[in-house]
């Protein structure tokens, strides 16, 4: 009876992925990306249902995550996301640096998240004014945290016209 319960859980763990990419909705109905849309994208039955149990299977193999957070393996993402995981990232190993030269309106690491941050080497010098002006706002605030300074960054290049476009480019 113990054996037969520890199969009923662990076909349980492994039927709901599959389960839930069906419940989600995919636009061709298959078990939805991953590993297992890899594998099969040019098999002829990928409509049925075997195929479709081996999909989901083969995608909760652990890799479909690492496949949705990248965009990769059939899976969408428009790389904001994972952009924004970068900059926020570089931003708390490097948030001392990054205030200082914020402040000063110029350096390395400024000049590396305006880069993590989309913008083209070309509009660097607009980009340092803008970091050095939104500084100035957080400093008075009271919030010179990481996520805060990322934050700002983001909201002046949308506010920039400039900077805009080519952070969107």
């Given at each position: 009876m113990k054996k037969?319960?520890?199969?009923?859980?662990?076909?349980?763990?492994?039927?709901?992925?599959g389960g839930f990419a069906l419940a989600a909705g995919t636009p061709d109905t298959g078990p939805?990306?991953?590993l297992?849309?890899?594998a099969f994208q040019n098999y002829p039955n990928a409509k049925t249902k075997g195929a479709q149990v081996l999909m989901a299977?083969?995608?909760a193999t652990g890799y479909n995550t690492f496949a949705i957070s990248s965009g990769t393996s059939g899976c969408t993402d428009d790389g904001r996301w994972w952009a924004e995981q970068k900059a926020t990232m570089f931003a708390e190993l490097n948030a001392d640096?990054?205030?200082q030269e914020m402040a000063q309106g110029r350096g390395e690491h400024l000049a590396s998240m305006a880069t993590l941050l989309g913008v083209a080497q070309p509009?660097?010098?607009?980009f340092f004014a803008m970091a050095q002006e939104r500084y100035a706002a957080l400093?008075?605030?009271?919030d010179l945290s990481p996520a805060a300074m990322v934050q700002a960054l983001n909201e002046g290049i949308s506010a920039d016209s400039s900077l805009v476009k080519v952070a969107l480019d």
């Open positions: 037969l319960s520890m199969l009923a859980i662990v076909g349980m763990f492994v039927a709901m992925p939805g990306c991953g297992g849309k890899l299977t083969l995608n640096a990054l205030a509009q660097h010098t607009a400093s008075g605030a009271g």
